[in-house]
């Protein structure tokens, strides 16, 4: 186990509500990412947060946003749901900026349906 | 722009057979960094190993081996004497240089292994 958490692990929500997904990143991480992962797809970057800022985005509308807290655990929210935004959300972290430190270690997921 | 590109989308083996699963890499970046993971039926992603660009020594882990070409711009994945426990959805990324942000993930291979 790599000791990033997500919760909740399963939601069912419907469209046009809001929904928050969290992280808690592995200890000693400081950057945490976000990545959506559509059935048989591979994951797409949404957005990495690094000591709390933004620090990079990938193409999503700004109805995703995030935060990123002082005890680097992360937050992803979701306003205004779509159809097609039903997916496996998965949060990656890792020591960010500190060489050969890069790599991303992924919890277990968020699996969102959109009714 | 980075792309992975993974050409086998499923491969079917009986155990103790060796398989190889290919990727194939574009990137303008001089320096990067090429990943796999796995993904079992749980949906969480399992970091198996990271490979920076000016190494391009092969390597080997038990019965996994990693074939790193910058000539031909792949990074395939060997598994020797293959079990059903190696049976996943497998994840070649890439990742530009230090302090950018995100994996780029090809779209998986999907392993099986019949006992």
């Known amino acids: 186990e790599t000791g990033v958490t997500q919760s909740p692990t399963h939601l069912i929500k419907t469209r046009g509500q809001q929904v928050t997904l969290r992280c808690s990143s592995q200890?000693?991480?400081?950057?945490v990412s976000w990545y959506q992962q559509a059935l048989g797809q591979g994951p797409q970057f949404i957005f990495q947060?690094?000591?709390?800022?933004?620090?990079g985005r990938g193409n999503f509308p700004p109805r995703f946003s995030g935060l990123q807290f002082p005890n680097y655990s992360s937050e992803l929210n979701v306003n205004a749901l779509e159809l097609d935004d039903s997916a496996l959300y998965l949060c990656?972290?890792?020591?960010?900026?500190?060489?050969?430190?890069?790599?991303?270690?992924f919890g277990p997921g968020t699996r969102l349906l959109v009714l | 722009a980075q792309k992975v590109t993974q050409a086998q989308t499923e491969i079917s083996v009986v155990e103790k057979e060796d398989v190889t699963l290919d990727c194939v890499y574009e990137t303008r970046d001089t320096t990067y960094y090429l990943f796999w993971y796995k993904q079992p039926p749980s949906g969480e992603l399992v970091f198996l190993i990271r490979r920076n660009s000016f190494d391009e020594q092969n390597e080997i882990s038990g019965r996994y081996s990693w074939n790193f070409q910058k000539s031909t711009s792949s990074f395939n994945f060997t598994i020797t004497a293959s079990q059903v426990v190696d049976s996943a959805v497998y994840f070649c990324?890439?990742?530009?240089?230090?302090?950018?942000?995100?994996?780029?993930f090809g779209k998986g291979t999907k392993l099986t292994v019949n006992p």
């Open positions: 990656a972290s890792s020591a960010g900026q500190i060489q050969y430190q890069e790599t991303q270690y």
């Open positions: 990324a890439l990742k530009g240089p230090g302090g950018s942000e995100k994996l780029v």
């Open positions: 200890s000693g991480h400081n950057t």
């Open positions: 947060y690094y000591r709390e800022e933004e620090n």
